[in-house]
């Protein structure tokens, strides 16, 4: 780690967002991962991400596990709520956050261990639930902070540092999600932000639980010959599928695409998807098709990304329920709590 | 854009705003770390090697590294570079000990110096430690040249000129005062001399012909004036005195008039501001003492009533100012009278040679000034030198130096028969600043802190006696703030790019948006292809071979990085590393030096 903090000096012509903030407004302090650590690259795509799409920092909480990759809220967005909570239990603390107050933008910050591991079963069910939140998955195929066991994305054959080769079968994220029936499912790779700041962008507007799989190598433990998940191995096997544009609400959308090209998606805040397919036979609104292609590319070895499927017809967990549009947190007790009386009638039929 | 040459010693230095723009090129930040440790003698004797003239400099230098200050791009002020070249004058040890020694044996060579400026003494300097014999000729009956007889005492103390000229007088060097040469021919002729430097300087000051210019012996010239005041045939001025033209010597007249009675003092400037020639910190200090600045006023006529100035005449001028924000056309638009008891004109001056006969082989141009190379300092006539002042007209001390030491090397190169024009390349080392996992030998922590005011004397105080040096020069707490603020620009970023990652970890980091991993083009198209637009030209983009994963290049901007080194914290291969580039000049010691080597041991 650095002994200096980021010094406070900017460049004068540093843009401003609507809110007057500029990016280094939503930094945190400075990380205290490797240095090259692709952990941090998220860092910067979710501080451009954020500042983009004009977010007030108190309207944005932050919430993670254990892990390498969930030290990385410190490190934005330092005016914003944040929670780091018990590792795997992220998606539960989200959970009770966000029925309490659904005003809030919700990113989760989690890694394969916490999310595929330990994690998994809580993992699944917000996914299940549908739960309105961004969910990024730092995803590095080892356990970092405890100096470099496979974890379970792990692909067969992947060679460790020192040891054999990994044997068993990984988790993927993003099969799993699509087989669960996530709405919003990318994948991307932490060494191109061109990709990853529009897929950041689209997940945080998305009404849904929106995934996010970003291969974010651990320059460490995990980035060298024979690694799967190294930034060599990634650049040489990525496969781009879908490109993807973030237009704000106010924004027109250019009429330029062509038919078949270019796919808008609007949103139900008004902002709109604009989805470039770079290969022809993909389609991103077909979870079977979606299936189909992605174990087929994982059989060559490739790594598809890009915004992989999107459904944004699905209700959120706040609709599924029925639950009023105000945040829980602001209603009078009175109005949260039906009373003795009121209890007693709804027992009363169950008699 | 091909991958940029660092090998060549100008890309590092042009990093080095300060030192690229300084004539002398001294090595700022470097003296300025020697400050920060304390090492006062040290930091004098790094820049006594490049400006000979720490002391006086510290004081009095034009500083045209302060507005080339990369500081000064962050945010507004740049660093107090020339106030800490004085800190290391005024705290340093005795230093005698280190200076360059004259030889016992001498060359047999032996050279002229015409006029014993700065010029005059940096060729001194350089060459007298070389074995030549070195005699300086100086029509007035004291050393220091314009630095004496035009600086005020206020200003620039005698004493520290007596010290800092005494160190290279000190050499051997034998001073003819009142020896002013009224023939360069019969010197040539007769003189016996190998070679011969003119540094006389721009002695004329500039007249203002105007009706009744001649009517009055109130009406004087700045620098004459000045000259006459700092040998103390001057005492005493009138009440109310106009100051004609608003450059250097404008400021020292009127704050020397205050000194001599004068209570009331404008100073007449043609033109609005913005246009003033003078320095700004010499305006404010002016200003300071109540001086008033008469803008858009042209002279016209001098009123002489009696025999005596009673004043004068001025058209009020209006000024249309064109799209570039020059000066496009102007117009009188009404006439006042000033009532004034003195005039002082300090409108410019001249070069003045009515002891060249211009039949010896020296050719001048147009403007009378002699045609003189600007490498070697060689007039027309081989053997004669130029240097100062006298050579491409009124410019300052620090540039007098910097010819000085030019004028050296050819001087040596001619008086050994050796090409003038084939001269030693500069040259550059590069030295790594990691001393362990994040620390550097140098203080990389970005030091918000403004810059400090030089503390001056009381503005009751300070009138009472010429002699009373106004700034007082930093404090020792001062100093050490200001020395914070230097941002090391001499620790360059090194990049190689065979190592890199392409992990973003160094773009992500730096403060001020300096870098970019992006696909190669023209540097029109990259400069707005980057982080953060690079829109200053005359900064340079550093730009890297082909990476070695996707052959995209790392470009860098170099105009506002803070040499943080973050960058090269943030990097887990150590791609990039954090430089020290030190830029060796070559002086006539090293000429002397390399003929030595060339001529090898048999000469020896």
């Known amino acids: 780690m650095s002994y200096i903090a980021k010094p406070k000096v900017t460049h004068p012509s540093l843009k401003r967002n609507r809110l007057g903030l500029t990016t280094r407004d939503y930094e945190g302090t400075v990380s205290t991962l490797c240095a090259g650590c692709g952990h941090d690259s998220v860092t910067a795509a979710i501080i451009q991400a954020v500042f983009d799409l004009d977010i007030e920092p108190h309207m944005l909480a932050k919430m993670s596990g254990i892990g390498c990759s969930s030290k990385t809220p410190a490190y934005f967005a330092s005016q914003s709520h944040g929670f780091n909570s018990v590792h795997g239990r992220m998606p539960s603390v989200t959970t009770g956050a966000n029925m309490a107050n659904r005003e809030l933008t919700y990113i989760g910050v989690s890694g394969d261990g916490d999310s595929l591991s330990i994690g998994v079963g809580q993992f699944v069910h917000a996914i299940r639930r549908n739960l309105n939140m961004c969910y990024i998955i730092e995803n590095n195929g080892v356990y970092g902070l405890t100096k470099g066991q496979f974890s379970a994305s792990a692909d067969i054959g992947s060679r460790p540092k020192k040891g054999l080769p990994n044997q068993q079968e990984p988790i993927d994220p993003v099969s799993t999600a699509l087989s ?21 962008k689209g997940a945080l507007r998305h009404s849904g639980f929106a995934l996010v799989d970003v291969i974010s190598p651990c320059v460490t433990f995990n980035d060298h010959e024979g690694s799967t998940k190294s930034y060599a191995h990634t650049r040489q096997f990525y496969h781009h599928v879908v490109d993807l544009d973030y237009v704000p609400p106010a924004e027109e959308i250019r009429a330029a695409y062509d038919d078949g090209e270019a796919m808008p998606v609007e949103l139900h805040d008004g902002s709109t998807l604009v989805l470039r397919k770079v290969d022809q036979e993909y389609d991103p609104t077909s979870r079977a098709a979606a299936f189909k292609y992605l174990r087929q590319r994982f059989n060559e070895g490739e790594i598809v990304t890009g915004l992989l499927y999107i459904d944004d017809e699905r209700r959120e967990m706040h609709d599924l329920m029925g639950n009023v549009d105000r945040p829980l947190s602001e209603l009078e007790l009175g109005t949260l709590h039906p009373g003795k009386a009121g209890l007693r009638k709804i027992l009363d039929g169950y008699n | 854009m091909k991958p940029t040459d660092t090998a060549n010693p100008d890309y590092y230095h042009k990093v080095v705003d300060c030192q690229w723009a300084c004539p002398a090129h001294t090595d700022v930040p470097e003296y300025i770390r020697l400050i920060a440790q304390g090492r006062f003698s040290d930091a004098y004797m790094e820049n006594r090697e490049s400006n000979v003239f720490p002391g006086i400099l510290g004081r009095v230098c034009d500083r045209p590294c302060e507005p080339a ?79 004496r007889t035009n600086i005020p005492r206020f200003r620039l103390p005698p004493a520290v000129l007596d010290e800092e000229i005494g160190y290279i007088l000190d050499m051997d060097v034998d001073l003819k005062l009142n020896h002013p040469i009224d023939s360069l021919k019969e010197l040539l002729d007769d003189g016996g001399f190998d070679a011969v430097f003119v540094g006389t300087g721009a002695p004329r000051g500039k007249n203002l012909e105007i009706p009744g210019r001649y009517d009055s012996a109130n009406i004087h010239i700045g620098i004459e004036w000045l000259e006459s005041v700092a040998f103390e045939h001057i005492d005493s001025i009138g009440e109310k005195v106009l100051i004609i033209g608003v450059g250097n010597t404008a400021m020292d007249c009127c704050r020397t008039s205050l000194r001599l009675g004068a209570k009331d003092v404008k100073v007449m400037a043609r033109k609005p501001r913005g246009f003033f020639k003078a320095s700004d910190w010499e305006l404010e200090d002016a200003e300071e003492e109540n001086v008033e600045i008469v803008v858009n006023h042209s002279p016209r006529s001098f009123v002489i009533e009696e025999g005596r100035l009673t004043g004068m005449v001025f058209d009020v001028m209006e000024y249309e100012i064109d799209g570039q924000g020059r000066i496009d056309r102007g117009r009188a638009v009404d006439q006042v009278s000033i009532p004034c008891d003195d005039v002082i004109l300090a409108i410019g001056q001249d070069n003045a040679f009515p002891w060249i006969e211009r039949d010896i082989g020296i050719e001048f141009d147009d403007w009378d000034c002699p045609v003189v190379d600007e490498t070697t300092m060689m007039c027309t006539r081989e053997g004669v030198f130029f240097g100062g002042d006298s050579a491409f007209g009124p410019k300052n001390i620090i540039w007098a130096v910097a010819h000085g030491h030019e004028a050296a090397i050819s001087i040596h190169k001619y008086c050994h028969g050796e090409d003038i024009r084939e001269r030693l390349p500069r040259g550059m080392n590069l ?34 006696n010429i002699d009373i040096e106004v700034e007082l020069g930093f404090t020792a707490e001062q100093a050490q703030q200001e020395v914070e603020r230097c941002l090391n620009c001499d620790i360059q970023t090194v990049f190689t790019a065979k190592l890199c990652i392409e992990c973003d970890a160094c773009i992500d980091i730096c403060p001020t948006n300096c870098l970019t991993i992006t696909h190669n083009g023209t540097e029109t198209d990259l400069r707005t292809r980057l982080s953060a637009p690079a829109e200053n030209t005359e900064q340079a983009l550093y730009v890297s071979a082909g990476l070695p994963q996707t052959g995209r290049v790392m470009v860098k901007d170099e105009d506002l990085c803070v040499h943080c080194s973050l960058c090269a914290e943030r990097c887990p291969t150590g791609a990039w590393d954090m430089q020290k580039s030190t830029i060796l000049l070559p002086y006539a010691a090293d000429e002397a030096e390399e003929s030595r080597c060339k001529s090898g041991p048999s000469a020896a």
């Open chain 1, 180 to 200: 669960l029936g996530a709405s919003y499912v990318a994948r991307s790779f932490s060494g191109d932000k061109a990709q990853l700041v529009p897929l950041i």
């Open chain 2, 69 to 147: 200050c990369r500081r000064r791009r962050v945010e507004e002020k740049p660093v107090a570079i020339c106030r800490l070249k004085r800190v290391a004058a005024d705290h340093r040890d005795d230093i005698t000990h280190r200076l360059p020694k004259a030889p016992q044996e001498k060359n047999g060579k032996k050279v002229a110096l015409i006029g014993a400026g700065c010029a005059s003494l940096t060729v001194a300097n350089d060459l007298a430690p070389l074995g030549y014999e070195v005699t300086i000729f100086e029509s007035l009956s004291t050393t220091g040249g314009l630095m």
């Open chain 2, 431 to 464: 030295t790594s600043q990691k001393m362990g996992m994040h620390e550097w030998s140098f203080s990389n922590d970005y030091d918000p802190a403004g810059r400090r005011l030089m503390p001056h004397v009381d503005l009751k105080e300070r009138f009472k």
